[in-house]
C-alpha cells in the first residue's frame, strides 16, 4: 500500500533540510544534526534498497504558491503563501509499504526539530481510504 509522508516546516530562511533553518533547529549541537543526517541516509538507503521509496521532493518557499479555488466564473487564482497557519508543507515522500506499521516505522524517522510529519494513505480508484 502507497502512503504519503508530508513534511510540515516554517524555516525561516525557507531551505533545506527544513530542521535547520528553524529555532528549534538551530538550538540543536553539530553532533545531533550530524547523528539525525547519518539516520536519515541510512533509512534513505534501506528504503530505496527495498523498494519502497517510490518517490520524493522538496518544496520551494510557499511564498511562490498560487492557489486556485473555483468560482461560478471560472477558477480564481490567490498567490501564496497561501496556508493560515504556522507551518507549511515543506515536501513529500511517497512510500510503497507492505503495512501501515511499516509505514508508520518509516514516517517516525522523518520527525524533526521545528516541524511536523503527516503520514496518510494513498488512495486509487475504488480503493479503501483508511
Not at 33 to 42: L, P, S, V
Not at 82 to 111: Q, T
Request: aromatic letters at 8%; hydrophobic letters at 40%; charged letters at 20%.
Amino acid at each position: 500500500m502507497k502512503y504519503l509522508i508530508l513534511i510540515h516546516s516554517n524555516p525561516q530562511p525557507w531551505g533545506h533540510p527544513t530542521q535547520i533553518y528553524t529555532p528549534e533547529g538551530r538550538a540543536l549541537p553539530p553532533k545531533q544534526h550530524d547523528e539525525m543526517d547519518r539516520q536519515f541516509d541510512a533509512l534513505m538507503t534501506e528504503i530505496s534498497a527495498s523498494g519502497e521509496l517510490v518517490t520524493a521532493e522538496a518544496l520551494a518557499d510557499p511564498a511562490s504558491a498560487t492557489l486556485y479555488g473555483w468560482s461560478p466564473e471560472g477558477p480564481l487564482a490567490t498567490e501564496g503563501p497561501y496556508a493560515e497557519a504556522k507551518e507549511h508543507l515543506a515536501g513529500f515522500f511517497l512510500i510503497d509499504c507492505a503495512s501501515r506499521e511499516r509505514a508508520e516505522e518509516i514516517a517516525a524517522v522523518f520527525a524533526q526539530p521545528g516541524g511536523v510529519v503527516e503520514l496518510r494513505p494513498a488512495m486509487w480508484p475504488g480503493g479503501d481510504d483508511q
